[in-house]
């Protein structure tokens, strides 16, 4: 199936590590050009040098989406570049899950800067560009989202937040021809895991058998970085040109809301 994505330029927060580090991959092996941005300027350095080697078109850009200036240099860099946006991806995020009674104002607004906020300037930050490409969005969100558990906060909340964001732009975008979408992701291998079976001093394959085990997810596994970037990617390609305002689930079943 042709995905049409060949030369468009798609921005990808937290494109230096596990989710985003595959979709950008994922996007340049589909001829997308690439910008990517992180705060670890090592670990940036090494995503965009790995998509350099595979023949890529794409510029790391070491930036902190929670600051505006940040974002304005991630925006200039590719626009300075390639002259053109054609997509964006939200995805650059951290878990952060507590008892509300055990949570401070400070968890509240720097999880709510990190997830919403920044998606919400990046969004006006490249609209000029994205409505001349008659672009897409995609917001990477949680099945918190949708069903939030007791202990999950900021971060559910944050995210049903996001799945708002969603559905209103794509019908304030529409007009423009811009598409607006939502992933929810349930547990998929990544960055943020291989720190955790680090820290527990697990191997790394035994955690993720523990995890999709324990989980009760119905495909009882949990998923590929791969399987993620797939989704995304489909969902940034002209085979889902009349897909918008939608939250799908990527999650191998685990969450109990369709
Ligand atoms: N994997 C899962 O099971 C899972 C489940 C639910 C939701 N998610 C969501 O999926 C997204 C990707 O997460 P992941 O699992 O791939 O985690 P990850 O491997 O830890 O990657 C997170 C990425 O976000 C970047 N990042 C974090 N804070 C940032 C900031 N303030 N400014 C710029 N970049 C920032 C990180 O780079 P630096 O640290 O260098 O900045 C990194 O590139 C996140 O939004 C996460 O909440 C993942």
């Given at each position: 199936m042709e995905l049409g994505i060949e030369d468009k330029v798609v921005l990808v927060t937290g494109?230096?590590?596990g989710l985003g580090r595959a979709l950008c991959r994922t996007l340049a092996e589909e001829g997308a050009r690439v910008a990517l941005c992180g705060r670890d300027k090592d670990r940036l350095a090494a995503a965009e040098s790995e998509l350099k080697t595979s023949g890529a078109d794409a510029v790391g850009v070491v930036a902190d989406v929670t600051r505006a200036e940040d974002l304005n240099r991630f925006v200039n860099t590719a626009t300075q570049r390639w002259g053109r946006i054609d997509a964006i991806v939200n995805n650059a995020g951290r878990s952060a899950a507590k008892l509300v009674e055990e949570s401070c104002d400070l968890d509240w607004e720097d999880d709510i800067d990190l997830k919403l906020s920044s998606a919400v300037r990046l969004v006006r930050t490249a609209l000029p560009w994205l409505r001349e490409s008659r672009g897409s969005i995609v917001n990477v969100l949680a099945i918190g989202a949708k069903t939030p558990g007791a202990g999950s906060t900021p971060s559910s909340v944050s995210r049903a937040a996001g799945m708002a964001l969603t559905k209103a732009l794509s019908k304030e975008l529409g007009k423009d021809g811009i598409r607006v979408n939502a992933v929810l992701v349930g547990l998929i291998e990544s960055g943020q895991w291989e720190r955790r079976a680090a820290e527990s001093n697990v191997d790394l394959s035994s955690y993720y058998v523990a995890l999709g085990r324990d989980a009760g997810i119905p495909l009882e596994r949990v998923g590929k970085a791969e399987e993620f970037a797939d989704l995304v990617t489909l969902l940034l390609s002209?085979?889902?040109?009349?897909?918008?305002g939608t939250a799908i689930n990527i999650d191998g079943g685990l969450c109990d809301v369709v």
């Open positions: 494109g230096s590590s002209e085979r889902t040109s009349y897909v918008t």
